[in-house]
């Protein structure tokens, strides 16, 4: 499905992700670790096509077309969805009316009639109970004033109606309390099935209790450095990065 | 420094990509039109006078207004750059040829004329009229056609041109017109008084409350011509209207002048509702051609208890000079102003309120929504005034300044002045910028640039778009995102 072959992306001439290489297959979940400042977000960013970073050598190949060439919304047409870090707020505009601007675009994108208004707010309704989000938040304007827990389980109520092929989740774990984490997490493993596949980028072991990865990734100062199976995680829980990074630094 | 760069070179692109869409309305209609010579002096006031076959009152009030409009200069206050304007090289009065004068039925209309009213929305017919909306369609210096002017009749409103009303209402003008602008008022007032041409003219008589949305189309198409209407609307104790106001020209090179004045009296419990959408051609990406558009407009909340309120969408002219006011001069009367005004490329807007409370227990509310991008400059100008007697009274005032790129202007300059320790007048303020991170966010949804533009900036203006009529409100948002296509970042 994807494929990254020697990715190297810069921002402002400073080079964040040094090589990488990565393939995920349909219904495969991958989730990827690593210390602060190592480039994952940065890695999520340009998967999605945010040209404040410039792809410098590699190659990114999804579902048989040359991601790079793609622009954001085309991606986003063709079912990559990102989960933001830091989900951005838009005053004004409703959730309701975001959602179904979103969802029609997509649609016309892939030659379909836009949905009816009944149609979307049955869809609507089918995916708030799905991630247990709270009925007068689709009517507040994007995550205008949305607490933080608010904010992440917003973007899995976005993923839910969208239905990606590929979602790349940047920590929407981080900041969640235990419930909520469930919540998350619960919505994310509905929401699979053996034809998409996920991205999880997180910084904690005790998201994947919740969401069981196939493989495990440790990216550091734009490398992946080691890769391994779930246990993988728990090795890091328990040992951290230093042990790894002294790997590299050899 | 270096990102600064980059962000920079992306919010070029992104404005490059929104800025580009023209103007849809800038075509022009080819019909044989009578015009007078162009320039101004004393003579030509006259003769416009007698086209329009006017009584001595109406004469010798535009003769006042020009004599002293001659010894005026041109106001320099605003933030405006304006060009010198040529008064000696404009058109005063040009009307398209009618086979008939006055009043007439659907048929004895040009064809050309209903077709180009038909392109720009506007039906002439009554019978295609779905929506409930009396239109008063002016071209140039003459009101084409007014629809459903007998049914109103039948509840006693009087909603015609103003040309009609000067014939068929004398008594009603002569008592009305001037008694909230006078034409001592200003340049622009002074030189409409003077010069103006046609117009609407609405009375809505005691107790009535007017069943359907009225209207005035203005539209422009001659060249070389100034437009220069006036619009006056009575409202009678405990009558209310609901009242729209629209505008388009064609593309042209060259500037073209338009000074309005709107005067509304509300009395006693009357509650007057305007709305504009002013869509005047705003020049091309490069600054060239556009109307200059220098407008009057005044409300007087008369009686007690009185409510007149502004909406307006400003998306046109290469300059706006307009500051639709309110004097609440009845004891608990209440002014609003509601306010989007975008500009880009190069246009100029200086656009704002004033609203003077001199009746006990007023209120005034005031919303300003400036959105500004390409290189284009946005003021807004408001006084807040509170006179001695004026107990009580509450202003609340909000001005946003919306920035898309970083070569535009946003200015606010609110002037309060009050006289009475009981009011309470509270003004705040905010300028803010079109993220990159929101438009990307709307992109990763796969919303592209365009829409999410169009989708925040119409986000930014709800407050004023949500006052708007329902079927103005539609218009109005579509009209925001294309004024901002093709320059947004
Ligand atoms: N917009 C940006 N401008 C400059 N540097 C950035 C920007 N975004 C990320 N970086 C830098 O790139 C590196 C990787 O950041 P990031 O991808 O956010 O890491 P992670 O998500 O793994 O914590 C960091 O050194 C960070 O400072
Ligand atoms: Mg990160």
């Known amino acids: 499905m994807l494929s990254i072959k020697n990715l190297h992306a810069n921002i402002d001439g400073k080079e964040i992700l040094k090589g990488i290489n990565l393939e995920v297959k349909e219904g495969e979940v991958h989730a990827i670790m690593g210390p602060n400042g190592s480039g994952k977000s940065t890695l999520a960013s340009v998967l999605a096509g945010r040209d404040l970073f410039t792809v410098t050598e590699g190659k990114v190949t999804y579902l048989g077309h040359d991601l790079l060439e793609l622009s954001p919304e085309e991606r986003a047409s063709e079912g990559i969805f990102l989960g933001f870090q830091y989900p951005i707020e838009i005053p004004g505009v409703s959730m309701v009316n975001f959602m179904k601007t979103a969802l029609n675009e997509q649609r016309k994108h892939k030659g379909l009639e836009p949905l009816s208004s009944s149609d979307f707010l049955k869809h609507m309704r089918e995916k708030k109970e799905l991630v ?119 | 420094m270096q990102l600064c760069k980059v962000m920079e070179k992306d919010q070029d692109k992104i404005l490059h990509e929104v800025t580009q869409n023209e103007y849809k309305y800038g075509f022009v209609t080819d019909i044989e039109s009578e015009s007078i010579a162009k320039g101004l002096n004393e003579d030509v006031v006259r003769l416009i006078s007698q086209k329009k076959n006017e009584p001595e009152f109406m004469l010798e009030f535009r003769l006042k207004a020009f004599r002293y409009w001659q010894k005026m200069k041109m106001p320099t206050w605003a933030h405006l750059k304006v ?66 002017k007998e049914s109103l009749a039948d509840l006693g409103i009087i909603f015609c041109s103003f040309s009609e009303a000067v014939q068929e209402h004398p008594d009603l003008v002569k008592k009305y017109m001037g008694s909230v602008v006078p034409y001592t008022d200003n340049y622009f007032a002074a030189l409409n008084s003077a010069v103006f041409s046609d117009g609407s003219f609405c009375f809505i008589p005691k107790g009535v409350r007017c ?20 619009t006056l609307i009575v409202a009678e104790d405990d009558a209310y209207v609901s009242y729209l106001e629209g505008c388009t020209a064609p593309r042209r090179d060259e500037n073209q002048l338009h000074a309005a004045i709107v005067e509304i009296i509300a009395n006693k419990n009357a509650y007057v509702k305007y709305s504009t959408v002013q869509n005047w051609y705003p020049g091309d990406k490069n600054g060239l051609g556009g109307i200059y558009n220098f407008v009057t407009k005044r409300g007087k909340c008369a009686g007690e208890n009185s409510k007149i309120s502004w909406t307006q969408v400003e998306t046109g002219s290469a300059i706006t000079w307009k500051y639709p006011s309110c004097i609440l001069l009845g004891d608990n009367s209440v002014g609003e102003f509601y306010s989007v005004a975008v500009t880009n490329n190069h246009q100029q807007a200086d656009t704002g309120t004033k609203m003077i409370h001199i009746g006990k227990n007023t209120k005034s509310t005031i919303v300003s929504k400036g959105i500004s991008a390409g290189f284009s400059n946005n003021s807004y100008r408001g006084l807040v005034k509170v006179t001695k007697n004026a107990t009580n009274a509450r202003n609340y005032s909000q001005c946003d300044s919306l920035l898309l790129g970083d070569k535009c202007g946003a200015h606010t300059f609110p002037y309060i002045e009050v006289d009475n320790k009981d009011s309470i007048v509270e003004h705040e303020a905010t300028t803010s910028k079109i993220g990159e991170d929101q438009i990307f966010y709307c992109n990763q949804r796969g919303i592209k640039t365009e829409d999410a533009i169009g989708l925040i900036v119409n986000g930014y203006a709800k407050e004023v778009l949500n006052k708007l009529p329902m079927e103005f409100a539609v218009e109005a948002q579509k009209l925001l995102q294309i004024s901002l296509e093709g320059s947004v970042g």
């Open chain 2, 83 to 148: 060009p010198e304007i040529n008064y000696q090289d404009i058109i005063f009065y040009s009307a398209p040829k009618q086979k008939i004068s006055g009043p007439k039925s659907l048929d004895d209309i040009d064809p050309e004329l209903k077709a180009t009213f038909d392109k720009l929305g506007i039906s002439l017919d009554e019978q295609k009229h779905l929506s409930g909306i009396a239109v008063d369609a002016v071209m140039d210096s003459i009101s084409v056609k007014t629809t459903f």
């Open chain 2, 211 to 230: 069943p359907m949305e009225l209207s005035t189309y203005f539209r422009i198409n001659a060249a070389n011509t100034g437009q220069f209407e006036r």
């Open chain 1, 132 to 250: 247990e989000l709270d009925t007068n938040l689709t009517n507040r304007s994007v995550n205008e004033g949305f607490s933080g827990g608010e904010k992440k389980k917003n973007e899995i109520f976005q993923m839910a109606m969208l239905e990606p092929k590929l979602a790349i989740l940047d920590e929407t774990d981080s900041g969640l309390d235990i419930d909520a984490l469930r919540i998350v997490a619960n919505g994310v493993n509905k929401l699979k099935t053996p034809k998409n596949a996920s991205i999880v980028i997180t910084h904690y072991q005790r998201l994947l209790d919740y969401i069981i990865p196939d493989y495990v990734h440790v990216l550091y100062d734009g490398k992946i450095i080691k890769s391994g199976g779930k246990e993988l995680a728990f090795e890091l829980e328990e040992k951290g990065y230093d042990w790894l990074k002294k790997g590299v630094a050899v």
